[in-house]
C-alpha cells in the first residue's frame, strides 16, 4: 500500500498496515513520536488506508 | 479493537502503561489534574508563593506555563518566567520568540538573561574555544543562572519542565557513570539552594506533553539544540523508549525503583556552601565559579572574546 509520510509518498511492504506498523517501520519507537492522519492525532492501534497522509511528529526537542 | 474513549468520543491516545485510551477533552482534563494532583502530593506550592517557570520556549517550559497559569487563578500564587538566553546561534532565538509570545498571550511577566551579560561570553565561543563538552558548560551556568535570577527576583520557588523522560534518564546517567551523590541529590531534600527547585511535570511521560501541547495548539519551539547529539543523554533516551515500546510503563519502574534505592541509601558528605558564591556545591567551590574562573584567565590570555 502506499501512504504519504511526512510529504513523501512511501510504498509500504503490506497490504494492509497500523500506524503502530508504520512507526516501527520508520525506525521509531512508540515513545519518540506522535502520528497525525489526515490532519488528526491518531491512536497507533489506528488501521491504514491506501493513500493517507500521515505526519510522524517526534517528542524530542530542546537538549 | 476499541478506538473509543470510555466517554465514548473518537480516542487520539492510547495510554499502552494503563490500557486506558483517551479523547481529546478527556486527555487534556485528564493532564491538567495529574499535574495539579502532583503539585499537591509533593507540596510544590504554597498559597501567596511567588513562582518563577524556567521557560526556554520548548513544549515542556511551554506546557508548564500553561497549566500553572490556571492554577495561579485558583490556588492563589504569582507567576513569573525567566529565560536565558546561552548564545546557541540559529537556535535559540526561536525559542525565546516563542517564550516572548507565550508570555504576552498569558499576561506573564518575562525576564530575559543572557549568558554574556552574565558571564561575559556566549555559549557558542565557550565551546569553540573550550575543552570541556558542551553540555558540561551550559548545564552548570545554566543552572547558575537561574539560582542568580531567582534571588535577584526574590523567588520562593523555581519550576522546571523536567518530565518523565528526562528524570528517568537522569537516574539511569547516575547509575551508569555511578555517581551516587547525584543520585541522591535527585530526590532534593538535601540542596539548599536559593530557591527550592520543583517539577510539576515529572509524572508525565515526554509524549504525553507533546500531545497536550498539540491539542491545546499551544506555540513552542520544536528545534533540536545542535550540540544535544553530542551528549550521553541522546543514547540513554533511545535506549528508555525501546525499552518502553517493549515494556510499557518502565519509565515509571526506573523512578519508582530510584525512590526505594535514595530512601535507604545513606551519602557521606553532604552538600557544602561555595566558598565564592554561596551556592550548593560538593567542593569548597561550585563548579559555575570554577568555570568562570577558567573563562576569566582565557579571556585574559586574549583566547576567549566578547565579540566575534
Known amino acids: 500500500m502506499k501512504v504519504k509520510v511526512n510529504g513523501e509518498v512511501l510504498e509500504l511492504p503490506w497490504t494492509k498496515a497500523s500506524v503502530k506498523q508504520l512507526i ?13 492522519v489526515n490532519g488528526e492525532v491518531t491512536v497507533e492501534d489506528e488501521e491504514l488506508k491506501e493513500g493517507d497522509d500521515v505526519k510522524l511528529i517526534p517528542v524530542f526537542s530542546g537538549g | ?58 513544549k515542556d517550559s511551554t506546557v508548564l506555563l500553561h497549566v500553572l497559569s490556571a492554577l495561579a487563578l485558583t490556588k492563589g500564587f504569582e507567576l513569573i518566567a525567566i529565560a536565558v538566553d546561552e548564545g546557541i546561534r540559529g537556535y535559540r532565538e526561536e525559542g525565546l520568540k516563542a517564550a516572548a509570545e ?56 523555581l519550576a522546571l519542565g523536567h518530565n518523565l523522560d528526562d528524570e528517568a534518564q537522569t537516574v539511569l546517567m547516575n547509575i551508569i557513570t555511578g555517581n551516587v551523590k547525584k543520585l541522591h541529590r535527585m530526590a532534593g531534600g538535601a540542596v539548599k539552594t536559593v530557591a527550592r527547585r520543583i517539577k510539576p511535570l515529572r ?23 545542535p550540540y544535544a547529539d553530542q551528549n550521553m543523554r541522546t543514547r540513554v533516551r533511545e535506549f528508555l523508549n525501546r525499552l518502553e515500546d517493549e515494556n510499557p510503563g518502565v519509565k515509571f519502574s526506573v523512578i519508582k ?32 565559579c570554577q568555570l568562570m574562573e577558567e573563562i576569566k584567565i582565557k579571556m585574559s590570555e586574549g583566547k576567549l572574546t566578547l565579540a566575534d
Open chain 2, 1 to 58: 479493537m476499541r478506538m473509543r474513549c470510555d466517554c465514548g468520543e473518537k480516542a487520539v491516545y492510547h495510554r499502552r502503561y494503563s490500557g486506558q485510551r483517551f479523547c481529546k477533552g478527556c486527555f487534556t482534563g485528564y493532564f491538567e489534574r495529574k499535574v495539579a494532583e502532583t503539585i499537591r502530593e509533593h507540596k510544590m506550592i504554597r498559597k501567596g508563593e511567588r513562582i518563577g517557570v524556567a521557560l526556554s520556549g520548548g
Open chain 2, 257 to 288: 525503583g530510584w525512590e526505594k534505592i535514595v530512601m535507604g541509601v545513606k551519602v557521606k558528605g553532604g552538600v557544602k556552601t561555595c566558598h565564592s558564591c554561596g551556592e550548593p556545591s560538593a567542593g569548597d567551590r561550585c563548579r559555575a
Open chain 2, 102 to 157: 507565550t508570555c504576552r498571550g498569558l499576561g506573564v511577566q518575562l525576564e530575559v538573561k543572557s549568558f554574556e551579560e552574565l558571564y561575559g561570553t556566549a555559549l557558542d565561543r565557550l565551546v569553540e574555544k573550550g575543552e570541556l563538552k558542551p553540555c558540561s558548560y551550559c548545564g552548570v551556568l545554566r543552572r547558575s543562572a537561574l539560582n542568580k535570577i531567582a534571588l535577584d527576583m526574590k523567588l520562593d520557588k
Open chain 1, 24 to 36: 516501527s517501520f520508520m525506525g521509531w519507537s512508540r515513545g519518540e513520536v506522535l502520528a497525525c
Open chain 2, 203 to 225: 509524572n508525565l511521560p515526554e509524549k504525553e506533553i507533546m500531545l497536550y501541547a498539540l491539542l491545546r495548539d499551544l506555540r513552542f519551539s520544536s528545534l533540536q539544540c
